[in-house]
């Protein structure tokens, strides 16, 4: 019979030993040598022609730059309501809001936390200058687009008109977005359009450009609104350099920074870092931007701060 040496079988199961761990130390290595997956932010938005998109594009091409593990992106959407919806579904890592949007209590809301209050925005009632729309008892009757299904335009117009007493089937409503509402208006399809953005909304400024237009004064609207739907409501001038139209008072409230609740916090600090230390850019992308500042940017309520957000704040005492 033949027989295998006691030394001959050591050497064999040493030889296979070593072959398992090569296997096993290149594995590791291949492992640890691939590729991360990248981690991706999506920035609910709105509109091409506003304010939000804007915003959005800068600080997305900031995150990328600057955040090498991250692939930022924009989302076009219809704005406020539809980004909370998304961001709290987790369709977007995060989004733009207007205040009046959110909920007065966060119980049972979609999970989002804010990172900053960004600027204000303000309600525009875009009109022909040679129309018959002068006030806003004068919309009565006629074709208005009170903007896009899902937006905050939608939301603060239809306020706005129910403490006219424009309720109902008083005005004959369109639910456009900016650039259809635009359109429509140049070529008569509708007499008013509302839109809610900061100055200057772009869509806005090349209508004025192209033709000529009024923005109806909204000032005596705000008290009313204050009262019947709360305290985000405020005042606010549009310059007549802003539109080369005449100066108007009109009502606007807050816009913030939204984020999905489950984001780490690591991340959202630096976001939020960035979103402050980058204002300048931003500001060069629409002026809005530039009018943060991180004592005004904790003022988030109804929303808390995210706990990466806080901590940054925290840490810089604004």
């Known amino acids: 019979m033949h027989r295998v040496s006691r030394t001959s079988s050591r050497r064999a199961g040493l030889a296979t030993l070593s072959t398992v761990l090569l296997i096993a130390n290149l594995a590791v290595a291949s492992c640890r040598d691939a590729p991360t997956e990248p981690t991706s932010i999506r920035i609910a938005t709105g509109s091409p022609t506003a304010v939000y998109y804007a915003f959005g594009q800068s600080?997305?091409?900031?995150?990328?730059?600057?955040?090498?593990?991250?692939?930022?992106?924009?989302?076009?959407?219809?704005?406020?309501?539809?980004?909370?919806?998304?961001?709290?579904?987790?369709?977007?890592?995060?989004?733009?809001?207007?205040?009046?949007?959110?909920?007065?209590?966060?119980?049972?809301?979609?999970?989002?936390?804010?990172?900053?209050?960004?600027?204000?925005?303000?309600?525009?009632?875009?009109?022909?200058?040679?129309?018959?729309?002068?006030?806003?008892?004068?919309?009565?009757?006629?074709?208005?687009?009170?903007?896009?299904?899902?937006?905050?335009?939608?939301?603060?117009?239809?306020?706005?008109?129910?403490?006219?007493?424009?309720?109902?089937?008083?005005?004959?409503?369109?639910?456009?977005?900016?650039d259809d509402s635009v359109a429509a208006l140049r070529s008569g399809r509708i007499d008013a359009f509302f839109f809610s953005g900061g100055l200057p909304v772009r869509g806005i400024e090349e209508l004025a450009d192209a033709s000529a237009i009024r923005i109806v004064d909204l000032s005596e609207w705000t008290e009313p609104l204050r009262s019947r739907y709360g305290q985000v409501y405020v005042s606010r001038d549009i310059p007549r350099s802003v539109y080369g139209v005449d100066a108007v008072t009109t009502v606007a409230d807050p816009n913030y920074l939204i984020v999905r609740a489950d984001l780490p916090e690591p991340l959202v600090r630096e976001v939020t870092r960035l979103l402050m230390d980058r204002r300048a850019e931003l500001a060069a992308a629409h002026p809005a931007a530039g009018r943060m500042s991180p004592r005004s940017a904790i003022v988030t309520a109804p929303l808390s701060l995210h706990p990466g957000a806080a901590s940054w704040y925290r840490a810089t005492k604004p």
Not at 156 to 171: H, I, K, N, P, Y
């Open 59 to 178: 600080l997305a091409a900031i995150l990328n730059r600057e955040l090498p593990d991250v692939r930022a992106s924009v989302v076009i959407t219809a704005a406020s309501a539809e980004n909370v919806q998304l961001v709290g579904s987790g369709g977007a890592e995060l989004g733009f809001t207007q205040a009046d949007v959110l909920p007065t209590s966060t119980a049972g809301s979609p999970a989002v936390d804010a990172i900053a209050r960004v600027y204000d925005d303000q309600l525009h009632l875009v009109t022909t200058s040679g129309g018959p729309v002068r006030t806003v008892a004068d919309l009565r009757g006629r074709r208005v687009s009170v903007g896009a299904a899902g937006s905050g335009t939608e939301i603060t117009a239809t306020r706005l008109l129910e403490v006219a007493r424009l309720g109902g089937d008083e005005v004959r409503r369109e639910r456009l977005g900016l």
